[in-house]
């Protein structure tokens, strides 16, 4: 990408750094004369921030918020078109375990560590899941976390801001104002868009079993959608929870603390009572010295779905035979720490594409005038497409509409026909409770495959020929276990995508779908050539082994890790209870998307934002 000096040092002169720097210039834990607080919440992402937010509303209420990374001030995590891109500096990346379905083949795996978290760094769309995700977690046992128990929380935690009525006009923009609230987080659908992206929207309304719904996130699961990114309409930047959630409040709240450049390194716990979480134990990485916080009321984990799980296993919370692997005494037996690891294994499909209008997205890129004039509209007007994120277009199909609501059922005839432990971990043999909670998951998958209540994959469209399909609804899981060589080390990242023989049925129709839709003759104009997987690759079993030689095309991960401290009842392998809270450990709760039972069918960040609202409300009914 081409962006010049002037312009990255017009946006700094701008005012934007410099402001956010002085929103975090308060607090400095180290001088603030304890190490006692009432809250102790390891990680500053999203579901942590806004939880600190929520609790310290309360002047009374103390917390400290303990954040391996630090603040970012560059571009990169406040001008929106850098969402098309990831900014590494910011991540800590383990690399994955062999991926035995996918040629042992090995993966980085993205793990932010800035405050902020996964906001800072990702593409920006605000996305629900569909009705049918979030009840499918309340049959699981979860009172309360359907959707008629999260959309408050979700309106909650956002603000709308719509287009221009010319953008609105031009292109049909559609959504529904009341599906958000007046919360912190800002979304917003860009008044920008390519021209050719209108040809999309005219092959929607003539593709079979396609509904162009009226607006996204209301709990609708399939058709075609205008989808806000998270960006604040005012100065057209990035919206993050750091932004929303700490910025806002920080210079007015002395009891909100944040302590940058340190790793938890492990929960203590108090020795006189019966399990009870009583601090961390912190060590900074400046200059690795060690120092305790203590919680007088809960620890609170935020630290993620890769983290947490690694972090309650180096304390003693975790499956018996990998704590003992690694010399750590078990504290407690819990095989669900860990365990139903899931992600959104995602193909990249490719199309060549001719005839396309000036500018298109690849202008950018190909176009150094063109890039020189877009960056100075940006930093002159905060407009155009640098004030854009990714795609606002999305389509989505549920699995009968892959093909035939026949080849659904034959699909999900063939799932629950399996023994599941020929597809699991061995930690599920293992475990009865675990095998019964993913039975109990399977069923619920089993009913989604066969109906159009939830989506079985989502396809972002910009006005090129590049097509993200991420799978939603994977049955395989995986698993994230500390290194038994170096328990404080990066955790094993155990993906196992693909696993299930399900998921690779589903992601053949999903390639196979997708490229009839390209066949649409309102598409027609940009005469698209498939590039990727490859034309030359039609049977079922030429497009599977395509895909998983190729990982360019095939990703194991969208960075949307989930599930692996997962909300079910402990009989089902549940890690925490409908209120959070670790079973057989007192004054410890998980607030993040290791939580969620089952990935939604949407990118995380929209759920995320809304579990760490209920949570907090949770919390404060203690």
Not at 149 to 170: I, N, V
Not at 241 to 265: I, M, S
Request: aromatic share 8%.
């Amino acid at each position: 990408m081409w962006h010049t000096t002037r312009a990255i040092s017009a946006l700094c002169l701008a005012g934007a750094i410099a402001v956010a720097q002085a929103a975090h210039a308060g607090h400095d834990t180290r001088s603030s004369g304890t190490d006692s607080y009432d809250y102790i919440i390891v990680g500053g992402g999203v579901s942590g921030l806004v939880v600190a937010n929520r609790l310290t509303e309360d002047p009374r209420t103390s917390v400290l918020v303990i954040e391996r990374g630090y603040f970012d001030d560059k571009p990169q995590a406040i001008v929106p078109y850098y969402a098309n891109e990831l900014d590494v500096s910011v991540l800590i990346s383990p690399e994955s375990a062999p991926n035995a379905k996918l040629n042992n083949s090995t993966s980085s795996v993205a793990v932010p560590a800035v405050v902020g978290g996964g906001s800072v760094v990702n593409g920006m769309g605000y996305n629900r899941g569909s009705k049918a995700d979030y009840d499918g977690w309340e049959a699981l046992g979860n009172p309360g976390w359907g959707w008629k128990g999260l959309y408050p929380y979700f309106r909650k935690s956002t603000t709308f801001d719509p287009p221009t009525a010319q953008a609105a006009s031009e292109f049909n923009i559609t959504w529904d104002a009341s599906a958000y609230g007046r919360g912190p987080l800002r979304t917003h659908i860009p008044s920008f868009q390519y021209s050719d992206i209108a040809a999309f929207w005219d092959a929607f309304e003539e593709e079979p079993g396609v509904t162009v719904s009226p607006a996204a996130n209301t709990g609708i699961a399939t058709g075609a959608f205008w989808t806000p990114s998270t960006i604040g309409a005012r100065d057209m930047t990035r919206s993050t929870a750091r932004k929303a959630y700490y910025d806002t409040v920080n210079a007015t709240r002395p009891n909100l603390h944040l302590l940058t450049g340190q790793t938890a390194d492990e929960i203590l716990f108090d020795p006189l009572k019966p399990l009870t979480a009583a601090g961390v134990r912190i060590v900074s990485r400046l200059d690795n010295s060690v120092r305790n916080v203590y919680a007088k009321k809960e620890v609170i984990l935020a630290a993620g779905a890769i983290q947490t799980p690694q972090l309650l296993q180096v304390s003693g919370i975790g499956p018996a035979s990998v704590l003992q692997a690694a010399g750590i005494t078990v504290r407690k037996d819990a095989p669900s720490v860990g365990a139903n690891f899931q992600d959104h294994a995602t193909t990249l499909m490719i199309f060549a594409v001719s005839n396309q209008s000036f500018p298109n997205p690849d202008t950018i890129t190909t176009n150094a005038t063109y890039n020189a004039t877009v960056w100075d509209e940006y930093l002159s007007n905060k407009t155009g497409p640098i004030a854009a994120a990714s795609a606002t277009t999305i389509l989505y199909f549920s699995r009968p509409q892959l093909d035939t609501p026949a080849a659904a059922a034959g699909v999900v005839s063939r799932l629950l026909a399996q023994n599941p432990t020929d597809f699991l971990p061995s930690i599920y043999s293992a475990s009865a409770a675990l095998l019964r909670g993913f039975r109990a998951q399977r069923d619920i998958l089993a009913k989604q495959f066969n109906s159009s209540s939830a989506a079985i994959v989502t396809h972002p469209f910009r006005g090129n020929g590049f097509t993200p399909a991420p799978l939603l609804k994977p049955v395989s899981r995986g698993t994230v276990t500390l290194n038994p060589a170096d328990p404080h080390g990066l955790p094993v990242v155990q993906f196992n995508t693909l696993m299930n023989p399900t998921d690779g049925e589903n992601v053949v129709a999903i390639v196979k779908r997708l490229r009839r839709f390209w066949q649409n003759p309102k598409l027609a104009y940009l005469s698209p050539v498939e590039f990727a997987p490859g034309p030359q690759f039609q049977t079922d079993e030429e497009i599977l082994g395509a895909l998983t030689s190729n990982q360019l095309i095939f990703w194991p991960s969208l960075a949307h890790p989930a599930g692996t401290c997962a909300m079910m009842p402990e009989r089902l392998g549940g890690c925490v209870s409908p209120d959070l809270k670790v079973y057989g450990v007192k004054n410890l709760r998980v607030v993040d998307a290791s939580v969620l039972p089952l990935i939604p069918g949407a990118a995380l960040q929209a759920t995320v934002y809304a579990v760490a609202e209920k949570a907090a409300d949770l919390i404060k009914d203690r």
